[in-house]
Every structure is written in structure tokens, then in C-alpha cells.
């Protein structure tokens, strides 16, 4: 008989090593969203891209698996005003300037306090996930935001072409409205990531990264690029 004890522990184990493996080659870098462009590849190919300006970060504070129970580096991005710090984050910054944005990159190692990175961490051609929030879109119904097929649009039919239909009762689920129900409600403002995304040009002099297809988030929205 295989102990399942042994056996959990051991692909446990394969995990860990693998997300070491990937987490100690990890780069890392934030950046505000732009608009979306095009770009011409070496064959003429044009490919939709989206602009993202990433100013430079600066290291914050260094985790370790002794002290905090994990390896990382936290960074800062983004200048904010003095006077609006409070007591707790100015101590913590201490002797770095005021930042607005703190981030954690998990698993990257060889970094120092006050280290700054930019945008030569990362090459065109390299392959990347992208993280922000996505657009806010309100408080919406079910046919915008489930994509539901609405009602059928004839006579009698009066104010009920976008309505959900019917929610429960009738017997069915113990005559409840049962968890995890479609319905109306707040949609959008959620972390959303995009895997397997590609550089399509790096520009050092404006600090700018062209990201290939579209980043979630509206323009100007906070974006973490992990690669």
C-alpha cells in the first residue's frame, strides 16, 4: 500500500523546487498603462501592442525565509507627496523617498536596499505575465454582465427584455435562492493577470515597454510585469 502522506509530500516537494526554479530567475517591474500602438517587426508584420511606462523602482525591503518565512524583495514605485505620508510608511521608507506604490516581487534574490531597476530588465522577445486591476464598470445586470440572452422582444413582453428570468423557488434547491446564483451586481475592479505575453520593444530613453495585445486596467492604472 503507497502511503499518501509520503506520497502528497514528495509532489510537494517537485512544486516547491519548480517554483524556486522559477522564482530565482524572476524579473520584475511596474508601470503605469498607456495607449494602445502598433508595431512593425524586422518582416513588416504589424503587431497591436500596448504602451506602458515604467519609470524607475527602487528596492524598499528585503524578505527572508528566516525573518518572514519567504524570499522577496518589496519595491516602491511612483513619487507621492510628503506631507500626505503617514507616520507608519515614512518610518518605513526612512531615508528613500516618498513612494506611492509598494509591491512584492516573491523569490528574487540579489537585490540590495535602495537598488534601482528600470526598464533594461527586460529584452524584446521576452515572454511575460501582466497583472492590474481591471476597468470598474458599475453596478450591472445580468445580460452585460453574464452575457445573458435576455427576454423575447414581442407584445406583452413590456419591460422585461434585459430581466433575469427566473432565480429560484418552485421546489427546486429547497425552494432557495442557492450560492453562487448569476444575478445582478458590481462588475470589473478585479486583479486580473494575462500569461504568456510578449515584449515587442523596449525604449530606454522614455521609459517605455510595448507590451503585445491589450493590458487590463484603464489608462494609467498601476501594472506589474513579471517575467
Known sequence: ???????????????????????????????T???????????????AGTAVVCESMTAVQLKTKEKDGYDAVQYGFGSARVDL?????????????????????HGATGVARGDVAGVTLFTPGDIIEVSALSKAKGFQGVVKRYRFAGDLATHGRKHTERAPGSIGGGGRAGGRV???????????????????????AVDSKTNTIIISGAVPGHPGALVEIRG
Open 1 to 31: 500500500m503507497v502511503d499518501m502522506g509520503n506520497h502528497a509530500r514528495h509532489w510537494r516537494a517537485v512544486f516547491l523546487n519548480k517554483q524556486n526554479q522559477k522564482t530565482n530567475t524572476m524579473k520584475f517591474l511596474m508601470g
Open 33 to 47: 498603462k498607456g495607449r494602445m500602438t502598433q508595431v512593425f517587426d524586422e518582416t513588416g508584420k504589424v503587431h
Open 85 to 105: 505620508q503617514n507616520k507608519a510608511a515614512a518610518g518605513h521608507l526612512k531615508d528613500l523617498p516618498a513612494l506611492r506604490f509598494l509591491r512584492e516581487a
Open 178 to 200: 442557492i450560492k453562487g446564483k448569476r444575478m445582478a451586481g458590481r462588475m470589473g475592479g478585479d486583479r486580473v493577470t494575462v500569461k504568456n505575453l510578449r515584449i515587442l
